[in-house]
């Protein structure tokens, strides 16, 4: 394995795990059902896509490459997905995005 395989693949990974750091940060802060899956769906699949990828690239051209590839195409797909049905069902089942004027209304009591 070279050097600038392993500082590419070193790379991906950590900026795959910067990105789900920043989407964990996102889920804590962020006010409501809705803001908080779209933050945990868009940021864990970009990041899980970064650090497959840097996997893909210390494997080299293998079966487990194709594996892995298979694998960011099915999280691609299947990612948003789920997400989209759990909000969905959240606003069937009556929720609905926090409002700003929600906030100062139960600031004021």
Known sequence: ???????????????GLLIML?????????????????????VDTTGIIFLLLGLVVIEGVSL?????????????????????????AAWLRGDRPWRKEERAETNGK
């Not at 590419?8 to 990974?13: A, E, T």
């Not at 594996?67 to 909000?87: D, G």
């Open 22 to 42: 920043v989407g964990s940060i996102g889920i804590l802060r962020l006010p409501d059902f809705f803001s908080r899956t779209h933050a945990a769906s868009k």
């Open 64 to 88: 487990a490459m194709a594996k892995l590839l298979i694998a960011i195409a099915f999280i691609m797909l299947a990612n948003p997905v789920a997400v989209h049905a759990l909000a969905r």
């Open 1 to 15: 394995m070279s050097l600038l395989q392993i500082a590419v693949s070193v790379g991906l990974i950590v900026v």
